[in-house]
Structure formats: structure tokens, C-alpha cells
């Protein structure tokens, strides 16, 4: 049985899979680092490609079943203008990204760890 989840997330990084999909490792805050498939996004009639991407703050709806997960929508919030970033900035907050990937464990959320990531 599979339930639907909406979740306030941080894009950390994504690994383009086959033709067409793509594996993200997200951060909530109410679930912590989570991974998730979605599926057929780097089509050119995919609305989802442009908004999974790295470091993009995004509201994210999850169907979870058994062990997997799918990503099923994704919007993107936009206060997080990473475009925008001069070079120097950007790498930091790559750093940043890593050190968050190497420091925390699956499902285990920090709402202050989130917050801090937004900033």
C-alpha cells in the first residue's frame, strides 16, 4: 500500500539514471535526508526536470511504497536564487551540501539544520 507525502525540501544532489529518470537526495525538515526516483523528468515534456536540480528549495509530493519512493510533483519555491551566485558562493554552499550529505543519516529530521540550509 502506498501513501502520498507533501514535503517542504531541499534539492542536495541528483544522478541522472537510464534514459529519462532521475535519482534525488533530498533534505526535509520533517523527515530528514530522504532519496527518491522520478521518473521520466529529463523528458523535454516534463514540468518536474527544471525543478529538480540541485540546491533549489522546493515543495515535493512523494508516494512511498515498501521501500522505495517516487517523486509524484514537485514546485519550486524560489526564494533561493542560485542562478545567481557568483562562482566562489556557489562553491561554498557545494562544500556545504557535502559536509550535509557526509554528517547525516536517513530519516532523521533537524528542523534546525533545515532552517540553516535555506539560509
Partial sequence: MSRTLSLDAVVLRVFDIGE???FCVFFTREKGRLAARARSVRKT???????????RHIKLQLSESGHSSTVTGATDVGDVPVESLPFH????LQKGMELLLALTEDHEPSAPIFDLLLQ
Fill in 20 to 22: 529519462a529518470d532521475r
Fill in 45 to 55: 515534456t516534463s514540468r518536474l526536470g527544471g525543478t529538480l536540480l540541485p540546491f
Fill in 89 to 92: 558562493a556557489f562553491m561554498r
